[in-house]
């Protein structure tokens, strides 16, 4: 399965699965965790979470796949990562990634985006992966770049969220860019 687990340092991406329903419900209903997500509303119903696992899992025929997050010393599920917008035949995918709050600022979204980046170039034979940023999102910027994704520009008004439109930065990372995530 080309969406296998992931193991880095420490921690252990999962295909998500129906056991982290409440995870991803809990988790998508944190206004804190959506603040720059902007693409999807705040969760308030479980049915929503089960949509998100559903969309997300696992075909060959489809172009996308999510990752829980999971610390190997506790099990603890602190996030999601995966893969959009798959273009097998220009071998380009868009990541994405959210954490919980109490675990910002460890390390674990670049430690995890690494392990994810990794994946996409090695076992999904990608050359490009993009990945954008809300204008404002000083963090995900910061780890993008850190990693050697290049700023390529705004996209503007790139995505409705309650009636107002929101400005992405566009990144990108080639596999010839890749430094085996020496991010440290």
Same mark, same amino acid.
């Given at each position: 399965m080309i969406f296998a687990e992931v193991d880095t340092e420490r921690l252990h991406?999962?295909?998500l699965t129906k056991e982290?329903?409440?995870?991803?419900?809990?988790?998508?209903?944190?206004?804190? =965790?959506?603040?720059?997500?902007?693409?999807?509303e705040v969760y308030t119903e479980l049915e929503e979470a089960e949509n998100f696992i559903l969309f997300n899992?696992?075909?060959?025929?489809?172009?996308n796949n999510r990752w829980a997050i999971v610390k190997k010393g506790s099990g603890d599920v602190i996030g999601t990562c995966g893969f959009h917008q798959w273009d097998r035949f220009n071998n380009i995918a868009e990541i994405g990634y959210d954490l919980t709050p109490a675990e910002w600022g460890k390390g674990?979204?670049?430690?995890? =985006?690494?392990?994810?980046?990794?994946?996409?170039f090695q076992e999904m034979k990608l050359n490009r992966i993009e990945a954008?940023?809300?204008k404002g999102n000083a963090a995900s910027?910061?780890?993008?770049?850190?990693l050697g994704f290049k700023q390529e520009g705004l996209v503007r008004d790139k995505h409705l969220f309650q009636g107002k439109y929101y400005d992405h930065y566009s990144y990108s990372l080639l596999k010839r860019e890749w430094?085996?995530?020496?991010?440290?």
């Open positions: 991406l999962t295909p982290h329903t409440q995870f991803v419900f809990d988790h998508f209903s944190d206004p804190v =965790v959506c603040r720059y997500l902007l693409d999807e899992a696992y075909h060959p025929k489809k172009n674990y979204g670049i430690e995890a =985006v690494a392990g994810m980046v990794e994946h996409g954008y940023a809300a910027m910061k780890l993008l770049e850190r430094n085996g995530g020496s991010h440290r």
